[in-house]
């Protein structure tokens, strides 16, 4: 069992920026972040191999957001830029501890560990 805990969220302006952290219990492959908007569906935001040498990001978020992982402390980061009222949405931290998967890196089903979630609002 891996538990997650995401620290940084919070309120913030358009154009702005939050930095976002989660901090695993234990060594995991992938991770990444999905976001879920008030009455939308949980969505793909950026994910990272367990090397850390393969990211990926939604098209929504590239160029703006960027993922990385320190796996000395077992912790992913979320570093969000130029932030938009539309990236409003409580942020989640998932991971996985198997190697491979028949699932991409974007979608849910890969994960098996999932954090309680971080709240980030951004004003316009």
């Known amino acids: 069992q891996v538990q997650l805990v995401e620290y940084g969220g919070g309120l913030v302006q358009a154009g702005g920026s939050l930095r976002l952290s989660c901090a695993a219990s234990?060594?995991?492959?992938?991770m990444g972040w999905f976001r879920q908007a008030p009455r939308k569906e949980r969505e793909f935001v950026a994910a990272i191999s367990g090397s850390g040498g393969s990211t990926y990001y939604a098209d929504s978020v590239k160029g703006r957001f960027t993922i990385s992982r320190d796996n000395a402390k077992n912790t992913v980061y979320l570093q969000m830029n130029s932030l938009k009222p539309d990236d409003t949405a409580v942020y989640y931290c998932a991971a996985t501890t198997s190697e491979r998967s028949w699932y991409g890196f974007s979608s849910i089903r890969r994960y098996d560990y999932w954090g309680q979630g971080t709240q980030v609002f951004v004003s316009s």
């Open positions: 234990g060594r995991t492959y992938a």
